[in-house]
């Protein structure tokens, strides 16, 4: 089955070891460890995949058991030493890095998030192998992910709507009307809010966006993205292209119809151009299977 690249489980994260405190102090001197830097906001690894430390060399820091058992893979929470390199995931890793990335960078960002019990600002400390916050008082905390939706619309032909952020925006590429922004193109995408449906979001963020009504929504695949601790769920939409489209100023600095060629030849402009870890975001599978549909 075709899957969003990140949407894997190739490693057994063994939950039942995370209370075991016996098991894990068995299990650290022969681990697998990665280092996650919460001051580069990276995780120790280069272009070829991650780089694993045994447990004399890992530098100290907080110990966080992300799974398996022969050996067990740890993540270490510690600033790499200088002169080794650091990386968001990389596009071209295999499947066990990309999952052993996603988990450990997922977990330091939401222990980097939550020093502090949200209900009584006591300090907190880390229990079951990471995997819990507590304080002397109040509820345990845990890892928190937050959902969000992204789609890729069509008008139910040849053309794909996609969108420029302002983050993104570049000149145009000519003064001729309809001309594109020089700068990177993709779905509408935005968070889930409280009390809110994934596909409420959906229509929501895209009327918010570009001032679209949405005629069919269908739901696609997920796939974790740990930059901060996101969940995307992605979806598939038509929409009547004869709406006048109403850019949100403050988000979108353009927006237009793409039909397939212009969208393989955007691609081949910008290849060099994107980091390694937009290449195996979902909104390039979900573009991706588009175009593969011709």
């Known amino acids: 089955m075709n899957h969003p690249p990140l949407a894997i489980d190739v490693l057994d994260r063994c939950a039942e070891h995370r209370s075991d405190p016996d098991w894990l102090d068995a299990a650290w001197p022969r681990a697998q460890i990665v280092v996650c830097d919460p001051d580069a906001d990276r995780i120790d690894a280069d272009s070829a995949g991650l780089h694993y430390w045994d447990a004399e060399t890992a530098p100290e820091g907080e110990r966080i058991y992300l799974g398996g058992e022969e050996p067990a893979v740890f993540a270490v929470i510690a600033p790499v030493p200088d002169g080794l390199p650091t990386r968001w995931i990389g596009g071209a890793w295999d499947e066990r890095d990309l999952a052993i990335a996603v988990e450990a960078i997922g977990v330091m960002h939401w222990r980097n998030a939550y020093r502090f019990h949200p209900a009584t600002g006591e300090p907190l400390r880390a229990?079951?192998?990471?995997?819990?916050?507590?304080?002397d008082s109040g509820r345990p905390v845990f890892p928190r992910t937050d959902p969000a939706v992204i789609v890729l619309i069509d008008d139910g032909a040849d053309k794909a709507l996609l969108a420029q952020h302002q983050r993104w925006a570049g000149p145009k590429s000519s003064s001729q009307p309809g001309?594109?922004?020089?700068?990177?193109?993709?779905?509408?995408?935005?968070?889930?809010?409280?009390?809110?449906?994934?596909?409420a979001a959906v229509h929501r963020e895209v009327s918010e966006e570009i001032g679209f009504k949405l005629d069919r929504l269908e739901y696609?695949?997920?796939?974790?993205?740990?930059?901060?601790?996101?969940?995307?769920?992605?979806?598939?939409?038509t929409a009547d292209p004869s709406q006048e489209l109403v850019l949100q100023a403050d988000e979108i600095a353009d927006a237009r119809w793409f039909t397939r060629?212009?969208?393989?030849?955007?691609?081949?402009?910008?290849?060099?151009?994107?980091?390694?870890?937009i290449k195996i975001s979902i909104a390039r599978f979900l573009i991706g299977t588009w175009l593969d549909e011709s």
């Open 179 to 199: 001309s594109t922004r020089r700068g990177r193109y993709a779905c509408i995408a935005g968070f889930v809010e409280p009390g809110e449906s994934a596909e």
């Open 127 to 135: 229990r079951a192998a990471g995997w819990e916050l507590a304080a």
């Open 261 to 277: 060629e212009e969208v393989r030849e955007m691609w081949v402009d910008t290849e060099e151009e994107i980091p390694s870890a």
């Open 220 to 237: 696609v695949s997920s796939q974790p993205w740990p930059y901060p601790r996101s969940l995307m769920l992605a979806y598939r939409a």
